[in-house]
């Protein structure tokens, strides 16, 4: 069974940074992508971060880029954002989500997510 | 990016009833990779539906979905109680990823 479990949230003052955790099982790991999607309270779902099987393709969203980095440890299952300069604007529900193995893949499947909470 | 709309904001219907949600993109989605998610409160979205019409694993057959191009439909033949949620599109073939702002299935 896949499971995506994910750590490291919390409360943050602004400018904070703040580094999330998924742990993955259930499947092999190193032959996925992985993505980070974010769901401020009460809103829709925002795509935030991919990162490819060996880590090689990396992209974010513009609203995070060059304040967050995604990165994976294929040894030891887990994936990770590292989240600098924090704003209000991303307090959110995080969620690791898996896709394909580097086509076009929708999120098979999803953490029950972290909440990060930006405030002073 | 491709903005995506979903239509309407909130359906009120009863169980037993169809449910049609729309969801049309700024721009031709490529290869119609377009996929459907429902959320439940407190929960994570879920798969249902990929390649704008393949059902994704464990989905009951009265999930189905339709169109190409820049127009795209769920369907729900008979809604169940479980099925009331919030259902969300979107589409993966074209960087980044982006999804609909959500429709709220509510019970009648």
């Known amino acids: 069974e896949v499971q995506l479990v994910e750590s490291g949230g919390g409360l943050v003052k602004p400018g904070g940074s703040l580094r999330l955790s998924c742990a993955a099982s259930g499947f092999t790991f190193s032959s996925y992508r992985m993505n980070w999607v974010r769901q401020a309270p009460g809103k829709g779902l925002e795509w935030v971060s991919s990162i490819s099987s060996t880590s090689s393709y990396i992209y974010y969203a513009d609203s995070v880029k060059g304040r967050f980095t995604i990165s994976r440890d294929n040894a030891n299952n887990s994936l990770y954002l590292q989240m600098n300069s924090l704003r209000a604007e991303d307090t959110a529900v995080y969620y690791c989500a898996r896709d394909g193995f580097g086509g076009y893949d929708p999120l098979y499947y999803w953490g029950q997510g972290t909440l990060v909470t930006v405030s002073s | 990016e491709i903005v995506l709309t979903q239509s309407p904001g909130t359906l009120s219907l009863s169980p037993g009833e169809r449910a049609t949600l729309s969801c049309r993109a700024s721009?031709?989605?490529?290869?119609?990779?377009l996929a459907w998610y429902q959320q439940k409160p407190g929960q994570a979205p879920r798969l249902l539906i990929y390649g704008a019409s393949s059902r994704a694993t464990g989905i009951a057959d009265r999930f189905s979905g339709s169109g190409s191009g820049t127009d795209f439909t769920l369907t729900i033949s008979r809604l169940e109680p479980e099925d009331f949620a919030v259902y969300y599109c979107e589409q993966y073939g074209s960087s980044p990823r982006t999804f609909g702002q959500g429709t709220k299935l509510e019970i009648k």
């Open positions: 721009q031709s989605v490529r290869s119609s990779f």
